[in-house]
Structure formats: structure tokens, C-alpha cells
């Protein structure tokens, strides 16, 4: 999955079993299963992504699946989008310590405060763990092009949940959402993710609070409210 990049992975790997456990981004119990829970979990999306895509990773938290599709796939323009500041803080600083300065950009803010700006207009949106699919179709479908593709990574419960809110997307603009299955041969249990057509323009939504993450959630790179940042 990491190919020749497989070194920078593994520091990668430290960085949330070290930095990333002290500064409450990844919890100590996620610690001892970073690989398998983590890291192998998030890289399985890149064979479901297009080569040269444009990636917007939204509620970025430790930089899953955002910094893990980045490290194994370096042909990728991917964008971090993440509100809180410590979470921002430790996302630019692993990009730069990773080298991935020329391909990734870390944005402090929430999805709807950044769909007029560059991340706009994207091949892909993916958001791990962030919020149930009707609320987070509203904040991440305005982020992609017509025709891209929202890739959200679900657990056990996905087709339920894609069921349950298949009106609420098509009001947003997404096509019917459609379980696809990333790792199968590789991992068990494959990660599971609903993927999402963009159909239609969708309007940007209009919440009140950015989406959060929990401790065991994503974890990424810099911020600064509505600014962004481009490394490298």
C-alpha cells in the first residue's frame, strides 16, 4: 500500500503514537493498533481514487484519512480542513516533518467557511468518523466539482445509515449512495466506505459548530480560521 514510501508511513506512525496520543489527538489505547486500525484502515481508500485527484479532507482531526492517502499517494493534491487549532497545529507540523510541503495544504476551518475558496471545486471529499451522512453530505457534497465523489468511511452500520438518509443527499444534489468495500484480499474486515455522486450544485450548508473529532478520530496539519496555508 506505501510502496517505496513505506519509511515515511512508519513516521508517520510515531508521530500519533507519540505527539499525537500527549496532545489528545489519538487516544492510548489506539496506540498499540495504529496500523491495522489506523493507518492500513485509511490507505486502502487510495484504490478507489483516481490518479492526480484533487482530495479535500474534511474534519481532518489527526490527518486520517487525509495524511495517510497523502503519504501512499503522492500524485494527489490533498487539502486538509480542520477547525480546532491544536489539531491544526499538529497537522502542519507533520506535513512538514513528513516532507509533504509540495502536495498538501492545511486549512483551519470549518467545510461551510471554506466552499467559496481554493478547496472548492474538488475530485474528491473524504471525512472519517465525523458525523452521520445526511449532515456531513451537507457539508462536504458543496466542497466537490459536479461529478465528484464524496468517500465517507463508515463502520458495520453503513448500509442502514445510507438507507436512512438516501432523500436527505439527493436534496443536497448526491446521486444514490453506494457501499463500496476498499482492501477486500488485504485487510479483514475491508474498510467500508459510502461513496456519494455529486449530481447537481448542491447548496452549502448552514450549521452552527465545525465538525469535531474524538480522541481516537483523525488528526491533521496547519491552521489559522479562514486562512489557508500551502506548504511548500
Not at 489527526?62 to 477547525?83: N, S, Y
Not at 466552499?115 to 458525523?131: E, F, I, K, M, N
Not at 462536504?140 to 466539482?145: D, G, R, T, Y
Not at 446521486?175 to 477486500?184: H, K, M, T
Request: aromatic share 2%; with cysteine; glycine share 14%.
Amino acid at each position: 500500500m506505501f510502496g517505496d514510501r513505506l519509511g515515511l508511513a512508519v513516521e508517520y506512525a510515531r508521530l500519533l503514537v507519540t505527539d499525537g496520543v500527549v496532545r489528545g489527538l489519538i487516544g492510548p489505547r489506539e496506540a498499540p493498533r495504529i496500523w491495522e486500525r489506523h493507518l492500513v484502515n485509511c490507505a486502502v481508500l487510495s484504490e478507489i481514487i483516481p490518479i492526480g485527484a484533487s482530495v479535500v479532507d474534511v474534519g481532518s482531526g489527526a490527518g486520517l484519512p487525509g495524511i495517510v492517502l497523502a503519504v501512499a499517494r503522492p500524485d494527489l493534491q490533498m487539502t486538509l480542513v480542520e477547525p480546532l487549532a491544536r489539531r491544526t497545529a499538529f497537522l502542519s507540523e507533520a506535513v512538514t516533518a513528513l516532507g509533504l510541503d509540495a502536495t498538501v495544504t492545511v486549512v483551519r476551518g470549518r467545510a461551510e467557511d471554506v466552499v467559496d475558496g481554493p478547496p472548492a471545486g474538488a475530485d474528491v471529499v473524504t471525512a472519517r468518523a465525523v458525523a452521520p451522512l445526511d449532515r456531513l453530505a451537507g457539508w462536504c457534497l458543496p466542497l466537490a466539482k459536479v461529478g465528484g465523489r464524496l468517500l465517507a468511511l463508515k463502520g458495520a452500520t453503513a448500509a442502514e445509515e445510507a438507507a436512512e438518509h438516501r432523500d436527505a443527499v439527493a436534496a443536497l444534489g448526491g446521486g444514490e449512495p453506494v457501499i463500496r468495500l476498499c482492501g477486500e484480499g488485504l485487510i479483514d474486515p475491508p474498510t467500508t466506505v459510502i461513496e456519494v455522486v455529486v449530481q447537481s450544485r448542491p447548496k452549502p450548508s448552514t450549521r452552527a459548530a465545525g465538525p469535531g473529532r474524538d480522541a481516537g478520530g483523525k488528526s491533521g496539519g496547519r491552521s489559522s480560521g479562514r486562512k489557508s496555508s500551502r506548504r511548500g
